[in-house]
């Protein structure tokens, strides 16, 4: 069994020989977390895995990869990529579903006629950033309305829909932790 999470932080928090008092104040977060964290005694979530990371002024990367790791890169041609033009979205996977990561990165494409998708809760959170156009995405009846540039990030333990809102396709990057690789993760919907 390889290393876990928390031993790589331990270890690179002692090559660094700082204290979990000295972490804790350069992350903002308390030393007794970060022992539970180190211990394996708590799941933090990816957000304050990135603080630990840049307290400890290491790629997040790292926190992640043993050595051994396969490295998986996803050139443009090679990418699996729904072309129906009837789908409500063409799905580039930036992430392998082989080799046991815990993180699944998709490009997503809706187009403005397609209707929504819609996703059932799952355990974990979402990720999701617009690289152009307007994304609509209704969380448990609320509405947010997201334009290039601007991100969400929430626990997927609660239904979610995802829209283009405008007449030009949506193209997002679309994160999930854990993965879920499945297709049938989200369904066509009606319009917003």
């Known amino acids: 069994m390889g290393e876990s999470i928390g031993d790589r932080i331990k270890n690179q928090r002692q090559k660094q020989d700082l204290t979990l008092a000295k972490l804790a104040e350069k992350s903002n977060l308390s030393a007794s977390y970060l022992s539970q964290v180190e211990r394996d005694k708590s799941t933090p979530s990816l957000m304050t895995l990135a603080s630990i990371a840049e307290a400890l002024e290491i790629n997040l990367r790292v926190l992640f990869e043993s050595e051994g790791d396969q490295i998986h890169t996803a050139r443009a041609p090679d990418r699996p990529e729904e072309t129906n033009a009837r789908s409500p979205v063409v799905r580039s996977q930036l992430t392998s579903p082989e080799g046991g990561w815990s993180l699944e990165v998709d490009r997503l494409t809706l187009h403005p006629e397609a209707l929504c998708l819609e996703f059932q809760p799952h355990s974990g959170e979402v990720l999701g950033f617009v690289l152009e156009g ?59």
């Open 134 to 192: 307007i994304l609509l995405i209704v969380i448990e009846g609320e509405q947010f309305e997201l334009e290039a540039g601007d991100s969400i990030h929430y626990d997927a333990n609660q239904p979610y829909r995802l829209c283009c809102g405008g007449d030009v396709p949506c193209t997002v990057i679309w994160c999930n932790s854990p993965p879920r690789y499945d297709s049938a993760a989200s369904t066509p919907s009606q319009r917003l």
